[in-house]
């Protein structure tokens, strides 16, 4: 039996995230002081019985991010959700051109259109959206917002530029 964990489930997310850690669980777990076996429990969605406490959850994030693992704020990004709150990474803003918030826009777009394809193409199909499909478009959604905060954060820095690093348009 193959289980689809949900991306959009914070507990879900907290599993699928850890899993992917380099050596799984059990060098997260070596990682963390912990013994693999408690940690197995504290992530596994279906035991009631162990909870991983918000420092542990934190720590988790941290860990994987900084080893690389792909979508490592899932589950933050999945708990704000749950509470109908945004999140997106601030981008590096060092060095900041005219170029760069350019491509901000641009690519605050493209998310945009990605969220209307994958919503054209689970209508597409039948006229409905599955929770599969829901969890596609969510996770566009969830780009799209993170793209358009990047955006609004670069914006922001355009106003700290020195004046003679700012371009004057008619």
């Known amino acids: 039996m193959t289980v689809r964990y949900s991306d959009t489930n914070q507990h879900d997310a907290l599993y699928k995230v850890a899993r992917t850690y380099p050596g799984g669980i059990e ?7 912990k013994t693999a076996s408690v940690l ?24 994987c991010t900084a080893a690389g693992v792909p979508h490592a704020t899932l589950p933050i990004e999945a708990m704000c959700q749950r509470h109908n709150l945004v999140v997106f990474a601030f981008p590096a803003l060092a060095h900041l051109s005219d170029a760069d918030l350019t491509q901000s826009v641009c ?7 990605d969220v209307t394809g ?9 006229g409905g959206i599955s929770l599969a499909e ?5 996770r566009e959604i969830q780009q799209a917002l993170g793209a358009i905060g990047a955006l609004r954060e670069r914006v922001r820095a ?6 003679a690093a700012q371009k004057v348009r008619p």
């Not at 690519?107 to 259109?113: P, V």
């Not at 994958?118 to 039948?126: E, G, M, Q, V």
Request: glycine residues 6%.
């Open 107 to 113: 690519k605050a777009m493209q998310e945009l259109g």
């Open 118 to 126: 994958a919503i054209a193409s689970a209508l597409a199909d039948d």
């Open 158 to 163: 355009q106003v700290n530029r020195p004046a």
């Open 134 to 138: 829901l969890d596609g478009i969510e």
């Open 27 to 33: 060098a997260l777990a070596q990682r963390m002081c």
């Open 40 to 63: 197995y429990n504290k992530l596994r969605p279906g035991v009631v019985t162990h909870y991983p406490s918000f420092e542990e959850v934190s720590e988790i994030v941290e860990l």
